[in-house]
Structure formats: C-alpha cells, structure tokens
C-alpha cells in the first residue's frame, strides 16, 4: 500500500461548490503539506502543519483552509471553488527526526481538481 | 524571500547524451536545504536528493551527479548517459529556515531514442 494516500484522485466540480481533499499516511511523519501544481509555476505550498495544533499558512492560502485531524490525516478545503482553482493538488509529509533526510517531503500522487 | 530559478523550460536530447539541468537559488537563511524531485508522466514527485547548505561536496548516485556552488548560488543536476526513462520534469527545491519549501517552475527533459 502507498504510504501517503490522497483521495479522490481526480475530481470535477462546479463554481460555488465546497470541496474537501483529503490526504492519509502511514509513514508515521509528524509534517504535513498541501501544495499545487499549476503548468509552468511548479509547487506552490498552501498549508502546512508540524504537528495536530499548528497550523500554517503558506504562500497561496487564499480561498483554502485546511484541518489535521490526526497525525495521519490533514484535509483540504476550498469553502467556495472557483475556475482558477483548477489544479494538481499534491500532498506531502516528512519528518523532523529523520536525522541526515530530516523534513524531506515526500508526496501524495495527487489530486486532480477541475473546477467548471 | 526565497526563490528557485530553473531558466531552462525544456530540453530535448538523444539518449546517451550527458545533460545538465540549472537551478539558482536566493535565500537570506544561513540555513536551507536543496532538493531535486522528478515527475515521471504518470504525475508522482519523485525524490532525489536533500542537501545542506553546509555541505558543498558534490554527489554521485549512478549516472546523476550534483554539483553544489554557494558561491554562485547554485544546485545543478547532471545525468550521464540519459535514457528514455529520465524523460520527465525535474524540479529543484529551497526549504529555508521554517520549513517553506519553494520550487522552481520544473524543467521538462525529453530524451530521444
């Protein structure tokens, strides 16, 4: 089984609909990331949590939140989607304690998002 | 602020050509982190390589090799020997002191039988 798992895989929506995705893992990491993917830009971070009670924002964080549930789960919101959301949505994790590989992230297999 | 610059958008070579991909950073952290991942057509990111910014040596792993210039502010990324299985978009990574990881915008190498 995948260690870090995103559902659903691939989503279309309409404007003005609330959306959630949602990302599971079984790495035991402490971090977790929610980025996007938008052709031409790379990875751009929206949320990231070092642990259940912190929550941070990221460089796009505009028209999103986010909840972590429990170590395993962190969770994706759009409250109002819109066209310009339309995007590759990765999740990711990683580990402050892992020594010489410590916060390296590593990621969902993505969410693709389409907003109509 | 950090940013990661990839200048180079696409490249196209004949397998078994050596190509070196381009990354250039900023950051005002004395502290920060480099990575590369790679994203095969079917859309996972692959990880590569994680290097600290106090450690310029340069790596091998096989045919990839990086080469590491604070100098100049660069993390660049050489593969000898290219296959048709490298094909794909490589993306260079700065994660700075609280952990804000910022990309560049991926460069897509395509290697030709």
């Known amino acids: 089984d995948a260690d870090v798992t995103q559902t659903p895989r691939n989503r279309i929506t309409k404007t003005g609909k609330r959306i959630m995705l949602e990302c599971s893992q079984t790495?035991?990491?402490?971090?977790m990331y929610w980025y996007r993917q938008d052709p031409g830009l790379g990875l751009r971070l929206i949320y990231y949590?070092?642990?259940?009670?912190?929550?941070n924002k990221g460089e796009i964080s505009d028209g999103y939140s986010v909840s972590r549930q429990a170590q395993a789960k962190f969770s994706l919101s759009l409250e109002s989607a819109i066209p310009n959301q339309t995007a590759l949505y990765f999740c990711?994790?990683?580990?402050?304690?892992?020594?010489?590989?410590?916060?390296?992230?590593?990621f969902g297999p993505g969410t693709r998002l389409t907003v109509l | 602020a950090q940013k990661v610059t990839q200048a180079q958008t696409e490249i196209s070579v004949v397998e078994k050509e050596d190509v070196t991909l381009d990354c250039v950073y900023e950051?005002?952290?004395?502290?920060?982190?480099l990575f590369w991942y790679k994203q095969p057509p079917s859309g996972e990111l692959v990880f590569l390589i994680r290097r600290n910014s106090f450690d310029e040596q340069n790596e091998i792993s096989g045919r990839y090799s990086w080469n590491f210039q604070k100098s100049t502010s660069s993390f660049n990324f050489t593969i000898t020997a290219s296959q048709v299985v490298d094909s794909a978009v490589y993306f260079c990574a700065l994660s700075g002191f609280n952990n804000d990881m910022r990309f560049g915008a991926g460069t897509r190498l395509t290697v030709k039988p």
């Open positions: 949590s070092f642990d259940v009670k912190d929550i």
């Open positions: 790495k035991g990491h402490d971090r």
């Open positions: 990711a994790t990683s580990d402050s304690r892992q020594g010489a590989l410590a916060d390296t992230q590593y």
């Open positions: 950051t005002r952290d004395t502290t920060y982190y």
